[in-house]
């Protein structure tokens, strides 16, 4: 069966330092790789997806970035990190472009300080 | 631009209540549609979708959902909750026209009095 595994579970970092999330989807190859970000009372906004190795699709203008550096790593990184760059943040892995729905991570509680 | 709009953000009932919530999207194309359900403390999981068929489908727990397509409605229905229902409901659309991306709602908080 699929996993997908997602860390830090939380973390507190202060502004101006990198971020690195990692995410990881075990128990399929090529799979669409997602980053989303959820806020209390706003839903989830979509960062940024991947259909492969290398290939980064960007959502919206902001301080971070995304790379996917094997078929099922996916990494949201930031150089410098921002206040407003605290929040909830969820990877998630789909078939044919989420006509099925997603798989999601358990999430990482950015705080940033 | 897509939308999806969900009319409660928060709900309280008594158990053995019927639950109703709401969902609306703005997309005049084929879609795909779904309910995420968040139980507290634990990750965002799948909880029914409709892609195709019979307009009302079936999920876990009890929970169904009627696709209306001429009111652009996808609402979440359980004639009968229970404490252990408490939680967030996210409904979802991806449109059927390419593309990845899948639109969330801002969701409603359900809260289930024993």
């Known amino acids: 069966s699929q996993t997908i595994h997602q860390w830090p579970a939380t973390l507190v970092q202060p502004v101006g330092s990198p971020l690195s999330l990692e995410c990881t989807v075990e128990?399929?190859?090529?799979?669409?790789l997602y980053w989303y970000r959820q806020a209390a009372g706003r839903g989830l906004q979509l960062l940024f997806y991947?259909?492969?190795?290398?290939?980064i699709s960007s959502e919206v203008p902001q301080n971070l970035s995304a790379s996917r550096p094997q078929d099922r790593q996916f990494i949201l990184s930031s150089k410098k990190l921002l206040l407003s760059d605290s929040g909830f943040y969820l990877c998630?892995?789909?078939?044919?472009?989420?006509?099925?729905?997603?798989?999601f991570g358990s999430g990482t509680r950015l705080t940033v300080v | 631009a897509q939308s999806v709009s969900q009319h409660n953000h928060h709900v309280i009932l008594s158990e053995a209540a019927s639950l109703e919530l709401g969902c609306n999207y703005s997309y005049g194309g084929t879609v795909n549609l779904f309910w995420y359900v968040q139980y507290p403390g634990q990750h965002l999981q799948l909880l029914l979708k409709?892609?195709?068929?019979?307009?009302l489908v079936k999920g876990i727990k009890g929970f169904e959902a009627e696709f209306i397509k001429s009111k652009f409605s996808f609402n979440l229905r359980k004639p009968s909750v229970q404490w252990s229902d408490t939680a967030e409901y996210f409904c979802a659309v991806k449109t059927g026209t390419g593309g990845f991306k899948t639109i969330f709602g801002a969701g409603t908080r359900l809260f289930v009095k024993a």
């Open positions: 991947s259909v492969g190795i290398g290939q």
């Open positions: 998630a892995w789909s078939r044919e472009q989420g006509r099925y729905g997603y798989t």
């Open positions: 128990g399929t190859s090529n799979p669409n």
């Open positions: 409709y892609f195709s068929g019979d307009p």
